[in-house]
Nanobody, 118 residues
Framework: QVQLVESGGGLVQPGGSLRLSCAASGSIFSINTMNWYRQAPGKERELVAAITGGGSANYADSVKGRFTISRDNAKNSVYLQMNSLKPEDTAVYYC????????????WGQGTLVTVSS
């Protein structure tokens, strides 16, 4: 059994910053790609940022230059530093990872709400 638990969401004013964290726990041999998705009300879930086991990162065009994804392999954790936040960044943010346990598992966290509003 593998779980992902996110934290760090909340209410922030436009232009502000937040740092999301996601920690994996359970029977983990290794973790491949770790991702952050988000889903705004009435919209489909979209990929925000991804990072490989080696640290290569990719971003959605809408967050390039504002968000930074990073990971700590020793802690089985991934982070999303979000700067210059905009109201359109308001969404539930989900952590996702491809985990090698007793078999390969595609695991989702429960989500954390980010609200950008004045």
């Amino acid at each position: 059994q593998v779980q992902l638990v996110e934290s760090g969401g909340g209410l922030v004013q436009p232009g502000g910053s937040l740092r999301l964290s996601c920690a994996a726990s359970g029977s983990i041999f290794s973790i491949n790609t770790m991702n952050w998705y988000r889903q705004a009300p009435g919209k489909e879930r979209e990929l925000v940022a991804a990072i490989t086991g080696g640290g290569s990162a990719n971003y959605a065009d809408s967050v390039k230059g504002r968000f930074t994804i990073s990971r700590d392999n020793a802690k089985n954790s991934v982070y999303l530093q979000m700067n210059s936040l905009k109201p359109e960044d308001t969404a539930v943010y989900y952590c996702n990872a491809l985990v090698q346990s007793y078999k390969y598992l595609y695991v989702w966290g429960q989500g954390t709400l980010v609200t950008v509003s004045s």
